[in-house]
């Protein structure tokens, strides 16, 4: 994206706002950035840039095990079979869900990537304490990697856990460019016999849409300005076929959904099919383990706007981490994922075939799968329906939950206080976060830094910041990169400003950030 495209998207964004977004003069400078190595916080500090030495003495200082975890990664065009239904997306392979990539903490990742769609991309490598100029977000920590270009990324990761990764640019990661990070921990205590991924996604492109089109359908003005197929840097609004753009009007004209658990409404978009691992209920990965076995699942909700409220017929869960750090065992029958979040939970599995079930939170539609254990005959019909009687049971708030004490932060008092609103521009899709510190989130390295979310619109927000975990001081604690922030509530996270760089942090809906709910972390020197 040039500069003179975001001066462009943010002045559209601030027309649409009107009145309704009066006293918000910082939003300019806190958008999806500046041209990488060019920070766009407040004039006359020294900033530390993405390529700066401090990027590279602070990877230098974490643990390395000297091992490299090689992968390739090719961007490009498939037709993608979802349960008999032929779609045109993109993805990073043959599936509508990336390869899972794997590798153990401290090991080195080296990923070559392949651009092959006629736009710019990048990857964003989620929750993981990455260097600087390897977080993947066009242009503040890297230039695009241009339509027929290719791109290393190569970082260690120093922290055990479940991770995600997905494309940055524009709408990509609502097709299927995004696939699950698992970082093994040779001293796992969890008593795990066996391992599973569950990436959880809302799917909309090929199906009469696109993504384009329904952000165009929500914003016409905020279209094409930040990647999309025609990619950063296009300065005229993509272009939308009438078919697409009337099958995305209809997505956006279905109704709000409502949960009390979120607060109230909980999306936009009434999208027509979920999947569990790229697959739909009628065509599922069905997950095999042996009766009796203690059942690790990860569970990545990888969608674009839908939270989803996941249980399993017949088991209980034992929720044993949250976003890759641990908490203290919590059991429940249900749990509610916000967008980017991640659980690790434990199941015993009883011999049979169970359901595995997402539902979409506050409005009809779920994704599933089925958990069979090895002694068990296979289910005549895999597709039960979205409804199972553990989903209606008891659910562990993540506000209930607890980290564990090894991964707790050390209580110090911060030296910097901010305060941040999170607002929508009355009832037009425009989004922001604002105030007066929402563009001068600076920081130096060794400080404490407390971050309070006032959110001041009618709808929850996932918040998630890039290279740094925080702790929720009103959760005990609890460690996280991305929490669900209620309407009409404020929240605050703490963190210690240990990885040095512009960082982004915004609400992981990925049409909220679109339309401009981002901000940045600055260090300075």
């Known amino acids: 994206m040039t500069s003179a495209l975001l001066g462009r998207r943010r002045f559209l964004s601030l027309a649409a706002a009107g009145a309704g977004l009066a006293g918000i003069g910082a939003l300019g400078a806190t958008g999806c950035g500046s041209s990488a190595g060019t920070t766009s916080g407040p004039a006359g500090l020294d900033y530390i840039k993405p390529g700066d030495p401090e990027v590279a003495a602070a990877e230098a200082a974490r643990a390395s095990t000297g091992k ?10 498939a037709t993608v079979d979802l349960g008999g239904r032929l779609v045109n997306t993109w993805t990073y392979g043959a599936g509508a869900v990336a390869p899972e990539l794997r590798l153990s903490a401290g090991d080195t990742l080296a990923v070559r990537v392949t651009n092959t769609v006629p736009a710019e991309t990048s990857i964003h490598w989620h929750g993981i304490r990455i260097r600087n100029d390897m977080d993947g977000v066009p242009p503040v920590t890297q230039k695009p990697i241009a339509a027929g270009g290719t791109f290393e990324y190569r970082f260690i990761a120093p922290d055990p856990g479940t991770y995600w990764y997905h494309s940055h640019s524009g709408l990509q990661a609502d097709r299927g460019l995004f ?8 001293g796992d205590t969890t008593g795990a016999d066996a391992d599973a991924v569950l990436v959880l996604d809302d799917w909309v492109d090929g199906l009469g849409t696109t993504p384009d089109a329904v952000m165009a359908a929500l914003n016409p003005d905020l279209h094409g300005g930040h990647g999309g197929h025609a990619g950063h840097g296009a300065a005229a609004p993509l272009q939308v076929g009438a078919g697409e753009a009337a099958v995305a009007a ?60 996941f ?67 296979p289910l005549a019909d895999p597709d039960i329906g979205g409804a199972i009687p553990e989903l209606r049971g008891q659910p562990v708030p993540e506000s209930e939950l607890r980290p564990a004490q090894h991964i707790r932060l050390p209580d110090r008092p911060p030296d910097r206080d901010y305060a941040v609103d999170l607002l929508q521009a009355g009832d037009r899709y425009v989004w922001a976060m604002a105030g007066a510190d929402a563009g001068d989130l600076v920081m130096k390295q060794g ?13 929850w927000h996932p918040m998630h910041t890039h290279g740094h975990t925080f702790a929720i001081p009103d959760y005990g604690g ?14 605050a996270i703490e963190f210690d400003a240990d990885n040095p760089g512009e960082w982004m942090f915004h609400c992981h809906n990925a049409y909220h950030f679109e339309a401009g709910m981002t901000a940045n972390l600055m260090y300075v020197r």
């Open 250 to 309: 209809s997505l956006t004209a279905a109704g709000h959904g409502e949960s009390l658990l979120l607060g109230g409404m909980t999306q936009h978009i009434a999208y027509p099919l979920h999947l569990i691992n790229g697959r739909p209920p009628n065509d599922p990965a069905v997950i095999t383990a042996a009766p009796g076995s203690r059942l690790r699942l990860r569970i990545i909700n990888a969608g674009a706007e839908t939270p989803y409220r």
């Open 447 to 459: 400080e404490r830094v407390r971050i309070t979310m006032h959110n001041r619109s009618a709808m």
């Open 478 to 491: 609890l460690r996280r990169d991305t929490v669900n922030v209620l309407p009409g509530t404020s929240l």
């Open 68 to 77: 490299t975890a090689a992968y390739a990664l090719a961007a490009g065009a």
């Open 179 to 186: 696939g699950a990070l698992i970082v093994e921990d040779p």
């Open 311 to 377: 249980a399993i017929a017949g088991h209980r869960l034992t929720v044993v981490a949250v976003d890759g750090y641990d908490v203290v065992p919590a059991e429940a029958d249900t749990i509610l994922i916000g967008m980017a979040q991640r659980y690790d939970v434990l199941v015993t599995v009883a011999s049979g075939a169970w359901p595995v079930v997402a539902a979409v939170e506050g409005r009809p539609g779920y994704a599933s799968t089925v958990l069979r254990s090895s002694d068990s005959a």
